[in-house]
């Protein structure tokens, strides 16, 4: 229903595997990843932790109000900002209503549980994903993976351990795993990324089951541009 060609390609998030979505920095990985994976996973009844040392409890919740408002009401005013800044207009205000109605009809609530950690400590993902597994949830979201000592001059060695950790962890408890990771800051404005474009650890991808990077699209790709994008549906 949202992304067809990719769950195909995947095979969904099979129990016990782990996926990995790369971008280039502040491009959208969470966004992506809430409204195209976990909010399909707990509108189909599963449950579904995510762990963040990115944004906050309040921000994913303004962003799954929005995704709510588009994808179940065709509604597209009620924007994060708006949330944010507590700017909202009298229809605003009346789907929002029509939203947290929605939630709690569907138990929303009790599939999804966010847990705001402020470090890269791999030990605390697993003891959350070890917790909630024993609770029914199957999907643990880790936004974002990073060095937990980046200024380290063998921080990719430790990322690649605990990347280790975490596949193991989600083979351990049967549970399918999805982490964010950035794209490095010399490949942003490239056409075409692959896994030696990962910020730090290029050997990741062999310890993970799926990977997939995206980026935006410029104005020289659009139609009848110098760059042409030939897209498929």
């Not at 966004?31 to 509108?43: C, E, G, K, V």
């Not at 030990?123 to 994903?129: E, I, L, N």
């Not at 982490?179 to 490239?190: C, D, F, L, R, S």
């Not at 474009?197 to 990077?213: C, M, R, Y």
Request: glycine letters at 6%; one cysteine or more.
């Amino acid at each position: 229903q949202y992304c067809p060609i990719l769950n195909n390609v995947f095979n969904g998030l099979p129990l016990g595997t782990t996926t990995m979505i790369s971008a280039p920095s502040g491009r959208g990985k969470s966004t992506f990843t809430m409204s195209n994976l976990i909010y399909p996973i707990i509108r189909d009844g599963e449950k579904a932790i995510v762990i963040s040392n990115e944004l906050t409890y309040k921000q994913y919740q303004a962003m799954l109000l929005s995704i709510i408002a588009v994808r179940e009401f065709g509604y597209y005013g009620l924007t994060r900002e708006k949330i944010n800044k507590s700017r909202l207009k009298d229809e605003d205000k009346e789907i929002r209503q029509k939203i947290q109605s929605f939630i709690r009809e569907n138990k929303l609530n009790e599939r999804l549980v966010f847990v705001d950690y402020e470090s890269a400590d791999i030990s605390v993902v697993k003891k959350m994903m070890k917790k909630y597994s024993k609770l029914g949830f199957n999907v643990a979201f880790f936004d974002t993976f990073k060095a937990s000592d980046s200024s380290d001059g063998r921080a990719w060695g430790k990322i690649i351990e605990d990347a280790k950790q975490l596949t193991f962890t989600a083979k351990e408890t049967n549970q399918a795993l999805v982490i964010t990771y950035q794209v490095a800051p010399h490949a942003e404005n490239k056409y075409s990324m692959s896994r030696a474009d990962l910020a730090e650890g290029k050997s990741l991808i062999t310890v993970i089951t799926n990977h997939f990077i995206f980026r935006p699209v410029r104005n020289e790709e659009f139609s009848g541009q110098k760059h042409d994008l030939h897209c498929y549906k």
